[in-house]
């Protein structure tokens, strides 16, 4: 996959101050999944307002305060670049997820 490509679904917003990323693989946008007491519904409502290449997440996970990733790609980038602790991700039915808060 090049960085060139637009696979990964992604919203941006405010609220109460906040800059919220919600971003997700693009194969799973609007997908459930569940195990155990576990369960998420991966919400265009919530995740999509465009879908962007790898270099632009990048850039706008820099700029969020709070940062909700599913997927095994978005995840892997987060980790890949220092955003996110590998032992800090959650598996719902064989999909990551994973929550960033930026403590200013």
Known sequence: MSDTEHNIAMRMY????E??????DRDI???????GDLHIHVRKEFYFESFVSD???LNSIKMATIVN???KHVVDLAIE??????DNVI????I????MVMML
């Open 14 to 17: 405010r609220t109460r101050g």
């Open 96 to 99: 990551p997820h994973a929550q």
């Open 69 to 71: 990733l599913v997927g």
């Open 91 to 94: 598996w719902i039915s064989g």
């Open 81 to 86: 670049h220092g955003f996110i602790d590998e």
């Open 29 to 35: 946008l609007g997908m459930y999944f569940e195990e």
């Open 55 to 57: 270099q632009t997440f």
């Open 19 to 24: 800059v919220v990323l919600a971003a997700c």
